[in-house]
């Protein structure tokens, strides 16, 4: 008998590694759905369109996108937070609104709990620009004149709870100034504001503001992000403004279903990792008003942790509620 027990030990301990090893090799065997939480022609759209077919090259399988827009990307987010663990249900969003969305929605999943990590993706700063109307060319001349006129110079944004409305407040408040924080229904009305100069003010992304600043449309002041960018090379970054605590913009990242395997999620960050290499997908990104900003799935899980403290704080601070 102890020889037989002794035989069976022997087979079972031989067997715990080869189980292990079977495990960690778990690797996408099916379809991929990258869900899109927002409609059709957005940033996350075009940034997905970008990727998935290079992504299916590397992983083997069909990538296709689809969109789920509703409450504020939330409804995409909730099919994914709740798809079967097996990476082949994939969230492509802004990174900086779900942060957002536990301070603002009664949500029916958690962001940093329900959902894993793969990779940021892409990071899309935002100009402070001003109108054509507007006495001031420089960020110094904006400061100045919104202290000599307290309460009067109005600021647009594209929403209540937007990541360019709460930065913002952060820079109103970093600043001392009185500025009138006026919402609009999303970027292209709050832009138009400006440029007719019912606005004073915007600050918002640059794939959509870098036009207007180039046709003189618009003034541009200054870039969140840590360089100028290259169709504006005199216009100074707001770290070189010394103004780091009001930094923002618009980052895009992956996300995959709590619960997948790291094998897989491995799978997934080093092939994204593959993909922005390819000179014709940083082009694209780059075209888009973006630049690459990749990194690990640890990278983006403190991200998500450190913004949804950040947002929470500003949003309380400033009562706000939809």
């Not at 099916?30 to 997905?48: E, N, R």
């Not at 100009?127 to 006495?135: K, R, T």
């Not at 229904?185 to 180039?214: F, Q």
């Not at 630049?291 to 400033?318: K, M, Q």
Request: proline letters at 6%.
């Amino acid at each position: 008998m102890k020889k037989i027990l002794s035989a069976l030990l022997v087979l079972l301990l031989a067997l715990v590694p080869f189980g292990a090893a079977t495990l960690a090799e778990e690797t996408i065997d099916s379809t991929v759905t990258i869900v899109v939480p927002f409609a059709a022609g957005g940033t996350s759209d075009i940034l997905a369109r970008i990727l998935s077919p290079h992504l299916s090259e590397i992983l083997g399988q069909d990538v296709i996108v689809e969109n789920k827009p509703g409450a504020g990307g939330n409804l995409g987010a909730d099919v994914v937070a709740h798809a079967n663990p097996n990476g082949t249900t994939l969230l492509l969003m802004d990174v900086g609104t779900l942060a957002i969305s536990p301070s603002l929605y009664e949500l029916t999943y958690d962001p940093q709990t329900d959902l894993a990590p793969v990779s940021m993706l892409a990071f899309t700063p935002y100009i402070l620009a001003v109108s054509p109307n507007l006495p001031v060319t420089t960020f110094e001349e904006l400061v100045a004149y919104s202290q000599e006129n307290p309460g009067k110079v109005n600021v647009a944004h594209s929403g209540v709870g937007a990541g360019n409305h709460l930065t913002e407040l952060v820079l109103n408040e970093e600043l001392g100034l009185d500025w009138k924080i006026v919402a609009y229904s999303g970027g292209s009305e709050a832009i138009r504001a400006v440029v007719s100069g019912e606005c004073d003010v915007i600050l918002n992304g640059a794939a959509a503001t870098l036009p207007y600043v180039v046709q003189d449309q618009l003034k541009g002041l200054a870039v969140t992000g840590g360089s100028r960018l290259a169709d504006l090379p005199d216009m100074p970054t707001f770290a070189e403004l010394g103004l780091p605590e009001s930094e923002g913009g618009s980052w895009q990242g992956l996300l995959a279903t709590a619960g997948t395997p790291e094998s897989i999620i491995t799978q997934l960050n080093e092939a994204i990792a593959q993909v922005v290499e390819i000179e014709e997908v940083r082009d694209n990104i780059l075209n888009l008003g973006a630049e690459v900003s990749t990194g690990t799935p640890e990278d983006l899980d403190a991200w998500i942790d450190e913004n949804v403290t950040r947002w929470a704080e500003v949003i309380e601070a400033n009562n706000i509620s939809l």
